[in-house]
């Protein structure tokens, strides 16, 4: 059974969550993640989240801000030293590039061969990795080369918006999705400081999960304190009448081939 963990539901400046990184896990244990939080803490969440670094195929990297990006050296470095293979790296060529200059001024003891293999991936497009993902990214209003991405396996499919302003590719990437994961950063009471900042508020990623016809929605880059959830639920209840939760570091939320989802 697939599954999906919140390793990190904060955003850049959270104290009381860790920074974005979610796991998705299959049956046979076989892992790929999507951004990597913001520093050495993802090694931490991992472990709890029951996840062996040798069992990750893939990583995602949807933008280059420090708290998507910033735990990809230390899950590489240790990773290097506890396998012989090394995962595949994944983002838009922008983020690739940025990434692999990163590695070079971070982890000089490890020639870059031993790190990573970086795939750099095509908006739409759809790419197969060791016949047990398939990643579809599609652009994000937010910084140069930032993207949102879906994750498919044989029975589950989960969008996810990466950090991002509302836009109406997030629907279009969403639709047929079991689970859509959209940030929601800022309060709708701080929804115009939101656009300008390139994210969202609990209404705008409501409305994407809604035009999407997703039956699920997981809020999550919030960056509200922990306690805060029910008051996020509530302004997404207006506009979205599925399965909704709001992220918290440690969440999983198990799929089943039947019903899609259950908690
Ligand atoms: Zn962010």
Redesign the pocket.
Known sequence: MTALHVLGSG??TSVDRLQ?SFAVVRGDGRTCLVDTGGGTAILRATVRAGIQLPQIDVVYVTHM?F??CGGLPAILYARALEASEPPTVAATSHVVGALRELMALVARGLPDERLARWRALKPWTTTDFEERWRLTPFPARHIEGASGVVVSTDDVSVCFSG?TSPHDDVARAARGASLLVHEATLSDAEAALATSLGHSTPTDAARAAAAAGVERLLLA?VNAPVGTEAEFAAAARVSFKGVLDVARDGLSISFTRDTGAAA
């Open positions: 955003s850049a974005t801000d708290d998507h950090d880059h």
